[in-house]
């Protein structure tokens, strides 16, 4: 399977950290806005990769709902499946020193 490949199964499409942080921040409520899943020292790059690859992943998924213009996420339809497993994935290595 590939990330062109539609799924909905948690175990797949969080895979990813950034689709993690995702969902857990709007698990724990520190997530309204695109920005507020920026990180220091590669702002336009994850920004892309977020409008790119992950949010429309997470939107196709029902995780979240996608306001493109506001740049706002919530919350989607399949929310809660996703949130129920954020806490039971490996936390990616950090390979960078951004901060």
Do not use: K
């Not at 920004?47 to 493109?68: F, M, N, S």
Request: no cysteine.
């Amino acid at each position: 399977m590939t990330l062109d490949t539609p799924t909905t199964d948690p175990a797949v499409v969080l895979t990813a950290s950034e689709r993690r942080r995702a969902v857990a921040g709007l698990a724990d409520g520190t997530v309204e806005t695109i920005a507020d899943l920026r990180v220091r020292g590669r702002a336009d790059e994850i920004a892309a990769e977020l409008r790119e690859t992950h949010l429309p992943a997470l939107e196709e998924a029902g995780y979240i709902e996608w306001d493109r213009e506001a740049g706002t996420i919530e919350p989607g339809p399949n929310f809660e499946e996703a949130a129920e497993h954020v806490g039971d994935l490996p936390l990616p290595e950090s390979t960078s020193s951004d901060d």
